[in-house]
């Protein structure tokens, strides 16, 4: 089924794929959404929570566990909420990152601005509650967050 979007903006997809753009259309909703936020949570709250770059990150055995797990459980919850996604080229895209990169949630953080924990991680979390799937990682990558954010009391 084609999107009401597709038909709106099919023809500048198409016109930015001509002139050497890498986009597509993603007529399925819940794929779109959960395509995005399978990479963006486990890459912030991994790089939040340890204050590493994503190098750092990859670098060292137990973060790196722990960001692939996140990885990992985003996308059984993505798969339960009816999103198209593998948690493969999810890893293998967030090893592609540059090195020194790091998470606006991370800056936040040292700015001591209120990281957008709920946006990033509540979908997950929520989704995980609603389909009785277990996100261990996430959980503790969200606890180290508000650890280093100063949320907990």
Do not use: Y
């Not at 099919?10 to 959404?33: H, K, N, R, Y």
């Not at 990169?101 to 991370?106: C, G, T």
Request: glycine letters at 8%; a neutral charge; proline letters at 4%.
């Amino acid at each position: 089924m084609l999107s009401a979007g597709r038909a709106l903006l099919g023809g500048t997809v198409d016109q930015l794929q001509e002139i050497g753009f890498a986009c597509s259309f993603i007529d399925d909703e819940p794929t779109l959404m959960w395509s995005k936020l399978v990479f963006l949570a486990p890459f912030a709250l991994s790089t939040t929570a340890a204050n590493k770059t994503v190098g750092e990150i990859l670098s060292d055995l137990q973060w790196r566990s722990l960001g692939e797990a996140c990885v990992r459980e985003s996308c059984t919850v993505a798969v339960a909420e009816g999103a198209k996604v593998d948690a493969e080229k999810v890893l293998s895209g967030i090893m592609s990152f540059p090195a020194n990169m790091r998470s606006s949630m991370q800056k936040d953080v040292a700015q001591h601005k209120t990281p957008e924990l709920d946006a990033i991680a509540g979908p997950i979390l929520r989704g995980a509650r609603r389909h009785g799937i277990d996100v261990p990682a996430t959980r503790k990558l969200v606890t180290g967050v508000e650890q280093r954010a100063g949320l907990l009391s």
